[in-house]
Nanobody, 116 residues
Framework: QVQLVESGGGLVQPGGSLRLSCASS????????MGWYRQAPGKQRELVAS???????KYADSVKGRFTIARDNAKNTVYLQMNSLNPDDTAVYYC??????????WGQGTQVTVSS
């Protein structure tokens, strides 16, 4: 059984920071590309950041320089450090695991709200 569990979401003021975590189980973590997606009401789900087994990273232009993705293979966990948050970052954030496009898994999501 595969399980991805996100944590760390919540309410934060503009300019603040949050660190999201995604703990995985039931997969060989080291062979999966891990990613963070987000979806705001009325908008499509979009890729925020991804990281490969070799620690190659990609970021959406809107978050580049503010967000950092990292993985800890020993803990089967991927993180998303979010700094300088603004209201446009408000969304449900989802953890994603992708095995060469053959097997894809999703977490349940965690709400991030940026508001004064």
């Amino acid at each position: 059984q595969v399980q991805l569990v996100e944590s760390g979401g919540g309410l934060v003021q503009p300019g603040g920071s949050l660190r999201l975590s995604c703990a995985s189980s039931g997969i060989i973590f080291s062979i999966y590309v891990m990613g963070w997606y987000r979806q705001a009401p009325g908008k499509q789900r979009e890729l925020v950041a991804s990281i490969t087994h070799a620690n190659s990273t990609k970021y959406a232009d809107s978050v580049k320089g503010r967000f950092t993705i990292a993985r800890d293979n020993a803990k089967n966990t991927v993180y998303l450090q979010m700094n300088s948050l603004n209201p446009d970052d408000t969304a449900v954030y989802y953890c994603n695991a992708d095995r060469n496009g053959i097997r894809v898994y999703w977490g349940q999501g965690t709400q991030v709200t940026v508001s004064s």
